[in-house]
């Protein structure tokens, strides 16, 4: 197709419509179809896919059904279970320094660096390739792309996105994805009327076209080898069950229970409204009770008037006496004891084993080996306390001698 043309579903079928000259005519697309299959081009037939995802990248170069050319690479740049890279996490704020986030960012910083240097390399493939597909979502499209301008070379190809979900790059699914890129489907339903007296039935044919690089399989020509697979069904019978069409409507009892109010569900029922009422989708009001609350005053009211309502039609699963929330707030307490019991006994054990910890720690310090130095500093430091005693001594020694001196003489 040219730049002037495009491709319209009219009347449930396909035509290309040209700008210039209008649609054209059936016969001009099949010329156009076996043109392009019989193209010896071989820049028609070269493909490449390059998938890009949490740290995984996958190329391929394919030429028609072979593969020419793939390289896989992988590094550690998403914490398990984080979800983002670590420079996601990064950009929005409160760097992190340890060594997990220093080895995904330098991982990150390799991995665009070999992609590069791999997409340099494959510049002929570009070159000679009629289109590249691309998977590369959020900040992984940073690896093959520069703001909006590629890495690769793309001036002969044009670069077209995956239009579907794929799974972890890797070379099989780059196959899965290129085998899925080249294959066209047609599906055509027939239905067939009848006469009354008989049954309805359809027809349904399957005409699959496989297009691999270029290649249209096709039965239109006697002496075309490629063919064309045709799936056709036997009739089936259609029967119809109008009984199980739906026709309730919502009423007030559905939205007091789907909005969990509790006291105006237990209203809505004492007033007599029907549980068992169905909603445009066939659900009772007790379906929609997201709130457990909720479905135990369904419950309860079904208790006291087992016969009024056929409960099983309302989807109340059983009815909830007094004695019955007794027992369950019993076992409740009961567990919430032994919960608390087991929390207490576990604070204990542990004070206990920290205690043990710091005596055990303490003892070895204490028989640890001297070394030398500490031998020096401590035969020093008890000198030094020698020292001082002994000039506190004399220190005493010369206040009493001084007192008694002055006595004698201002007598």
Known sequence: MDEAERVSYRG????????????????????????????????????????????HFAGTVFNGKSVVAHKTFHRYVVRAKAGKKQSTKDASGGSIHSAGASLRRYNELALKKDIQELLASWKPYFDGASCVFVHAPSSSRQLLFNGGKPYFSSQNCAVRNVPFTIRRPTFKESQRIYNQLTQVAYVAEEIFVNPPEEEAKANIVEHTHTEDSGEISRQDEPGE???????????????????????????????????????????????????????????TPYMLANDKEVRNTFRRFMALNLEKWNWHDAKVPSPLTKEMEE?????????????????????????????KAQAEAEKAEKEKPISKVEEVRRAMAAEREKRAAAAERRMAALNIQSSSTTAPSSS
């Open 225 to 283: 080898t490629s063919t064309t697979s045709i799936i056709l069904e036997e009739p089936n019978v259609i029967e119809e069950d109008l009984g199980d069409v739906v026709t309730g409507t919502s009423t007030l009892l559905h939205e007091a229970a789907k909005s969990g109010d509790c006291e105006r569900v237990g209203k809505l029922l004492e007033e007599g409204m029907d549980p068992c009422a169905k909603d445009e989708r066939g659900r």
């Open 327 to 355: 027992s369950q707030a019993a076992k409740q307490a009961e567990k919430d004891a032994k919960q608390k019991a087991r929390a207490k006994e576990m604070k204990k054990q542990r004070k206990a084993r920290e205690k």
């Open 12 to 55: 449930g079928g396909v035509s290309i419509v040209d700008d210039c000259v209008g649609s054209l005519a059936e016969s001009d697309v099949t010329e156009r179809l076996r043109s392009f299959v019989n193209t010896n081009d071989e820049r028609r037939r070269m493909c490449v896919v390059l998938l890009a995802s949490g740290g």
